[in-house]
């Protein structure tokens, strides 16, 4: 297998590199386009999706900072004395910091191994050669590959908070668990969602931090707790202020925003670095918005992802916002209105604030029971695609949703039926390019807007 | 045509005469999809519990619109019959949340107003075991049986539950007496025959099945043994409802001895305690059977069930198969597998669709190559 040692090390030195973009890069430079040859086709697009425009740029700056510090944080864990807990997306880091853990998110982690020169598709093919099957979700099979590789050290503990909503999800955790000889903890996740579904919750996450306090050594201190919960709050409070910027059209906030949005909010909700990341791309966007500048050459179509994106190949954000015209308001992964508020009283108070927002993450929240509840992925897209104003709104087809392809037909009819926003279904795997590349993606999206007039001006 | 051979062609269609008898008494017939339903509960009120497969179906296309093509041939068979109206003998359908594909399959059926059935329900099962899930269980099932006592107006009492109770573990006694013979040196009954009765009695009245099986073991009892030098295997995975499968495999000169499937082992294994007070016995009786991989963290359960079935049934191998798309088996026999061949066990992982012979060939091929291998 083409592998290489110490994923983790290289992780570092990419977003360090990644950090330190100059404001006034000028892409026309003999040195730039020079740089730009010289770099591998897939790290040159990625460079120029964070770099060629100015307020992405500068977003991106204070992004891969933070990632940087994120992946060193987890490099050095061991040595600090720090226990290292892997969690799904659906998992919210705050109470890991609180307890001077590192957590670390299985899909981001999965994600940022296209950072590596070896890219993600040998460890995703080992994790099935070594026995995982095939259907099961791309979006952690590179991080049992990693295993697997032993380029990456094992975590002293899993904690899975999802189940009931993917079975891929849940049913990895056990394996790796089991096949590394993991500790793994799960919380059960109820069906509905309503008060006695929340208590249920509440009481399962409070029994896990019981087990973290022992795990990590840490007693739970509540300044602590209040000072992780803070933080996350402001995040939280900054990130809304951006979701309120999309609503205007043309839409201000930078097309990559989103892609950065999602790894730290999976990876850095409660720490100081996440509200760094936020203020930047809250000021940039707003100062977007008083300059009037969106999209080019002229917002087109409003751009929304039904569940989950592209993860293998960013260069269509920049392709849509550059040259394209087409902004994208939205997936399902980053939807963020119903988080809810941590009220920072007490630790009791702390702690079910932390539970409410993991019952109320992606997920979790729309695919836990059944589709017609209220706040079912219908309900949640319906009021999306409203409030956001969305033109369009894209299936991608990751392979292992079962549980939303099982559904898609239905919500797609409802959306036609209730806003008569047009929607497609495509076939594609989030974070493996072999099913569909991302040239054919981006000409079936091209086919798909061209058959919505206000793509062609028309109302 | 003896017993056997009666159930075997009660297992081919949906509706059977055993059905078509009870409703002529003007009683119901309830679908279920899921061995954590407690079903006693309906049998102690006259509603026969009747368990949904897509069993000869064999074309999906109905349903493939609606689920896909990642979504299990079986949740697409059981909701192209729906579709197609094929469960209209059932006066509703109790699903559990068992799995995505599973509860896709009753959310689409439920959505088409043409095929619903006058009763749909699901009742939400947690996906861990506690005490705390264990009250949030028995809850959720006291709200499944008010519904139904409501909808059908019929009253679950701690009496003709207790009595259903009886019935149930009296079945649940006699197929395990069909397995104490399978592990014998010369089992009398064939792998196909016993998932013939055990999917038989998923599809008749307990109290029927029990005067036929208790027959059926009478003639074995007087029924001179026959020497049986075949490769011993047991069957493990997801829902095998479909004894041509075993026919296919035992065609090979092997025998299926024992099984860890829910048309099988697993849904039989555990009685209800008589003892207690009955409705709170059935509610842990289910909850605490043997977990289906849906159960998160007790995968070294389902091992330790799997090893068991093979070393008293004296079995040579395994075969582990799973409907393609089922993550939940999938996983798990990839865990079984490694952890069974680290104590030199023979293992075959199988993937499969679901249907009569589907992928026959195919299948005839890997288990001949298994079964010279382990010779």
Known sequence: MNSQPKALERMVEAFKLGSFIPEDLDFESPDVKLLLDSLPERRREMFITMAKDPDTRMISNVFNQGMGNYWESVLTAKDKGKKVVFIPFNFSPEIFYALDMVPVGVEVLDTMTMTLEEGISPYLDLSIERGLPETMCSAQRAVVGMLEAGVLGKPDLLVNGALGGCDPNTKVFEYMGEKFDIPTLFIDVPYYHDKRSFKYYEQGFKEVVKILEEVSGNKLDEDRLREVCSLSNKANELAMEISDLKRHVPNPVPNYYNMNHLATKLTKLGTQDAVDFYQMAYDRSLDRFKKGKHVLPEERLRFMFMYTGIYFDNSFHSWFQEEMGISYIMDMLIFSDHVPYIDLRNTDTMLAGLAAINMNLPMTRQLKGKNSFHGGWISDLLYYIEKYKADCVVFTGHTACKQVWGVYRMVADRIQKELGTPTLRMEADGWDSRTTPMEVLKEQWEEFFETIPKYHGEN | ?375
């Not at chain 2, 799997?306 to 798990?332: P, W």
């Not at chain 2, 865990?335 to 026959?360: C, F, H, M, S």
């Open chain 2, 1 to 375: 045509m003896n017993a056997i051979e009666e159930l075997s062609k009660n297992c081919k269609s949906l509706e059977n005469p055993y059905v078509t008898e009870w409703k002529s008494q003007g009683k119901k017939v309830m679908g279920y999809a899921c061995t954590y339903l407690p079903e006693e509960l309906l049998y102690a009120v006259d509603i026969l519990p009747y368990r949904i497969t897509g069993r000869g179906i064999t074309d999906s296309s109905k349903a493939d619109s609606y689920l896909s093509r990642v979504n299990c041939s079986f949740a697409r068979c059981c909701l192209e019959a729906a579709l197609d109206s094929k469960f209209d003998f059932l006066d509703g359908a109790i699903f559990v949340n068992g799995c995505d594909h599973i509860r896709r399959c009753f959310e689409n059926w439920e959505a088409h107003e043409t095929a619903a059935l006058p009763f749909m329900y699901i009742l939400p099962v947690p996906h861990r075991l506690s005490e705390n899930g264990y009250e949030w269980f028995k809850e959720e099932v006291s709200k499944l049986r008010a519904a139904f006592e409501m909808r059908f107006r019929v009253k679950v009492t701690p009496e003709n539950l207790k009595k259903a109770i009886a019935v149930y573990n009296e079945t649940r006694r006699l197929l395990r007496k069909v397995y104490d013979l399978r592990a014998g040196e010369n089992p009398p009954f064939t792998g196909a025959e016993a998932l013939i009765l055990v999917t038989a009695s998923t599809l008749m009245p307990k109290e029927t099945f029990n005067q036929l099986l208790n027959e059926i073991l009478k003639t074995i009892e007087t029924k001179p043994q026959e020497k049986n030098n075949k490769t011993r295997l047991v069957v493990a995975g997801s829902e095998l409802d479909d004894p041509e499968f075993i026919e296919n495999v035992e065609s090979l000169g092997a025998i299926v001895v024992s099984d860890a499937l829910c048309f099988g082992a697993r849904s039989i294994w555990n009685l209800t305690d008589e003892n207690q007070e009955p409705f709170d016995a059935l509610c842990r009786r289910y909850y605490n059977h043997e977990p289906c991989p849906r159960m998160a963290g007790e995968f070294k359960r389902r091992l330790d069930f799997v090893k068991d079935q093979i070393q008293r049934s004296h079995a040579d191998g395994a075969i582990l198969e799973y409907i393609k798309f089922c993550d939940q088996h999938g996983t798990d026999n990839a865990l079984l597998k490694i952890n069974l061949e680290k104590e030199n066990i023979p293992v075959i992982e199988l993937e499969r669709q679901y249907g009569p012979l589907a992928d026959a060939g195919r299948v005839r091929t890997r288990v001949q190559a298994f079964l010279e291998r382990i010779g």
